[in-house]
């Protein structure tokens, strides 16, 4: 199975400061990477995905952004952070055969 | 595209009571199914999927779920409730191609003592 790395654990920003979030992955080559927004008692919206390097979709117009300059390192960024982008940033891997998605512990950002 | 509804929000019940958490999908073809658990501040777990074969599939944590394909449902049980189980589940539907998961908007459990 998959592991999924993220980091910082926790986060607080001002308005209009840039955002940049980490996600590695190992114990696979080539898998899919997700990005995943849940606001407070709310369920996962996916934000990004990809299926190779270079190759980011968007599911959402959105303040952010997503690059994967790596086979396993995904990369959640923003150039002027809003305040509606507080919330706790999921990042999962999955792929393969078995197609189930293996999250990280999450970021728990707070824009201030 | 497939979708996936949860139709309790929040459910209640007391240790030692059986348990079972609804969820129904749609999708045009078999689909594959999941069922997570996050605990709060954390990830996501995976206790379970379908992707064919019996339909009642064993995860972990002592759960359980059933796909019945005339219900488009996938409902997940547990004989005996332990606090620990206390969290929020997610049940989820992935396309056939590996790429497209949708989730469901989870249902937050409580366990009474």
């Known amino acids: 199975s998959q592991t999924i790395h993220q980091w910082p654990a926790t986060l607080v920003q001002p308005v209009g400061s840039p955002l940049s979030l980490e996600c590695t992955v190992e114990g696979t080559s080539n898998p899919n990477l997700y990005w995943y927004r849940q606001a407070a008692g709310r369920g996962l919206q996916l934000l990004f995905y990809s299926v190779g390097i270079g190759q980011i979709s968007s599911e959402v117009p959105q303040n952010l952004s997503a690059s994967r300059p790596q086979d396993r390192q995904f990369i959640l960024s923003s150039k002027k952070l809003l305040l509606s982008d507080s919330g706790f940033y999921l990042c999962?891997?999955?792929?393969?055969?078995?197609?189930?998605?293996?999250f990280g512990p999450g970021t728990r950002l707070t824009v201030t | 595209a497939q979708s996936v509804t949860q139709p309790d929000i929040h459910i209640t019940v007391s240790e030692g009571a059986s348990l079972e958490l609804r969820c129904n999908y749609s999708?045009?073809?078999?689909?594959?199914l999941f069922w997570y658990v996050q605990s709060p501040g954390q990830g996501l777990q995976l206790l379970l999927k379908y992707f064919s074969g019996d339909t009642l599939v064993q995860g972990i944590k002592g759960f359980e779920a059933e796909f019945k394909r005339s219900q488009s449902s996938f409902n997940l049980r547990k004989p005996s409730v332990h606090w620990s189980d206390a969290a929020e589940y997610f049940c989820a539907v992935g396309d056939n191609y590996g790429q497209n998961f949708v989730f469901g908007p989870g249902t937050r459990l409580s366990v009474l003592p």
């Open positions: 999962a891997g999955g792929g393969g055969a078995a197609y189930e998605q293996y």
């Open positions: 999708y045009g073809a078999t689909p594959y």
